[in-house]
């Protein structure tokens, strides 16, 4: 589905056509839930939060301007939700008990077709290793890169998002890849 056929789905939503936004949901339910299960840690708060984004792009629909892609229009709805949820949350002190160490739904699995098993352990510890190392990187950028380097948005589609100028954005991945490189360095890892 492309940028049109966003708009086209869009248009006949706003026509009365709800049930068109379900074609929006399947394109991006993943990548939203990704992005949120990063943030929270917590399987059915992300599932839960997720929905919540949807409900908010579908009620809001109506001030999508089309100055920018649905895309950008809803992740910056995204964003700014897991802000806002992360502040309420943090003004309450409240912690996920379901906090999962170790495994998760969401491994990275990398076919190794020599059928090795000890190449398999180093792979899933390598991998263990950067999530943890992503993990500990500063908010912003732990957040800029998850969304350049994982989920593959454009530098302009980032700034979008985030209201920040290009050349800030251009840093922010720097830097963090520049940490994110050093902190990988110490562990042995590089």
Known sequence: ?????????IDRVLE?????????I??????IFRYVYSKFHNYDEALDITQ???????EALHSFRRESKFSTWLYSIMVNYCKNYQKKNRRYNLVSIN???GEDEFDLQLPDERENPENEVITNDSLRIVREEIEKLPGDYREILLM??????SYNEIADI????????KVRIHRGR???KNRLYARGLI
């Open 52 to 58: 919540e984004i949807f409900i908010m792009a579908i």
């Open 16 to 24: 009365g056509d709800v049930e068109s936004f379900s074609s929006i």
């Open 1 to 9: 589905m492309t940028a049109i056929d966003d708009i086209k789905i």
């Open 26 to 31: 399947e394109k991006y339910q993943n990548m």
């Open 148 to 153: 350049r380097d994982i989920e593959g948005l």
């Open 162 to 169: 985030l209201d920040i100028k290009l050349s800030n954005v």
């Open 99 to 101: 906090l999962v160490k």
């Open 178 to 180: 520049e940490f994110l």
